[in-house]
């Protein structure tokens, strides 16, 4: 059914924006001008052009929504510095609860985390200033189903312009990975402590 991973992303995000244009326009029909909230993880949400993407062909709902609606649009990401995650170490693998390593030092996550607050919202449209600040390119790290710690600067990490790709952040420096609804035996353990390179 799909050819490449470029073509599925592609097929899979105009869908979901498909989806949601025809959600507000039969919401619009009811009398009210539709407000929707929709929740994905940042690849998704982002302005796909702020990033590595754009380079390769991609697109993804945040930039095709924008498209649409202009400035009735806000994206908002979520950023962390350190905790746990719920995600997969493969497509179709089961959940797992797992450690997220502090951020790579150039990152926008480590950037936050010297701000020394457990958790905030930078807006990055009220500011010209701050809009200049963070249009930079920088590190980001994405964590969405799965999640490879062993790899994580080369599976997790690309360059993106904040400021261009959302208009606000919320940043919450520990995070605690989310309860399955049905948890198995690897998430309920956790994985096992890091032991490289001593192998103890």
């Known amino acids: 059914m799909f050819h490449g991973r470029v073509e599925s992303w592609n ?8 989806t949601l244009a025809a959600l507000i326009t039969y919401l619009n029909t009811q009398g009210q001008t539709a407000k929707v909230a929709v929740w ?12 590595y993407m754009a380079e390769y062909g991609e697109l993804n709902v945040g930039q095709l929504v924008r498209e649409r609606h202009g400035s009735d649009a806000f994206l ?40 020394d607050l457990p958790r ?3 807006t990055l449209t009220d500011s010209e200033a701050k809009v200049r600040a963070f249009r930079e390119r ?30 606000a952040v919320i940043h919450l420096d520990e ?26």
């Open 40 to 51: 994905e993880h940042n690849s998704h949400l982002g302005d796909a052009r702020a990033t």
């Open 175 to 200: 995070t605690v990975a989310l309860t399955p609804l049905e948890r198995e035996a690897l998430w309920q353990t956790g994985e096992p402590p890091e032991t490289f390179p001593t192998g103890v």
């Open 120 to 122: 905030f919202l930078l």
């Open 76 to 115: 908002i990401g979520f950023t962390t510095y350190k905790g746990t995650v719920t995600a997969a170490s493969d497509w179709d693998g089961p959940a797992e609860r797992k450690r997220v390593r502090p951020a790579l030092e150039e990152s926008y996550e480590a950037a936050f985390h010297g701000a």
């Open 138 to 167: 920088r590190l980001e790290r994405a964590i969405g189903v799965i999640y490879l710690p062993r790899t994580e600067r080369q599976s997790h990490y690309f360059e993106a312009r904040l400021a261009d790709q959302f208009d």
């Open 11 to 18: 097929l899979r995000d105009r869908h979901m924006a498909e």
